[in-house]
Structure formats: structure tokens, C-alpha cells
């Protein structure tokens, strides 16, 4: 966004959405879902909107939360993958 590269800036973001688009169609919401499941659906679907968000604003420090986000979910993937 700093360059002010718009069009390279909505290819980025529209693979970002999806990216999270495609971890959200993997949350099994269909066979008796669990609180976590939901949780999890709901946080996908938060920083899917709020990547539109960033793009349509041109907001960085919504960027910002959502890697936070995405990094803290991979550190908990990353956790189970050892624990397994």
C-alpha cells in the first residue's frame, strides 16, 4: 500500500481472501459442528471481511491484524502438528 500500487495491491489481497477463503471451506460446519468449529468459521469470515475492508479503505493496520491473525493461527496449526 506504501507504493501506492493499486492494482498490484487488490491481486494481493483478493489472493489473501483466498487463501483464508480456502482454510474456511475446510471448517466442517455440516455434521454437528463443535464450539470450536464455529469459533473458527467465524474468525475465517472476520478476516475475510476485514481484508475487503483494508482494500476498499486502503487501511494498512487492517492488513496489520489480519497477518497477526493468520500468523497466530499457524502457530497453533504448527502446535499440533507436533503434539501429533
Known amino acids: 500500500m506504501a507504493r501506492r500500487d493499486v492494482a498490484s495491491k487488490g491481486v494481493f ?5 483466498g487463501i483464508v477463503g480456502g482454510l474456511r471451506e ?3 460446519l455440516d455434521n454437528a459442528p463443535s464450539e470450536a468449529l464455529v469459533r473458527q468459521d467465524s474468525l475465517y ?4 471481511t476485514r ?6 479503505r486502503n487501511d494498512q493496520k487492517m492488513l496489520d491484524e489480519v497477518a497477526g491473525l493468520l500468523i497466530t493461527v499457524k502457530e497453533g496449526w504448527d502446535a499440533i502438528a507436533t503434539v501429533q
Open 13 to 17: 489481497i483478493s489472493k489473501a481472501i
Open 26 to 28: 475446510g471448517v466442517d
Open 51 to 56: 481484508l475487503a475492508e483494508a482494500n476498499a
Open 45 to 48: 469470515h472476520y478476516m475475510m
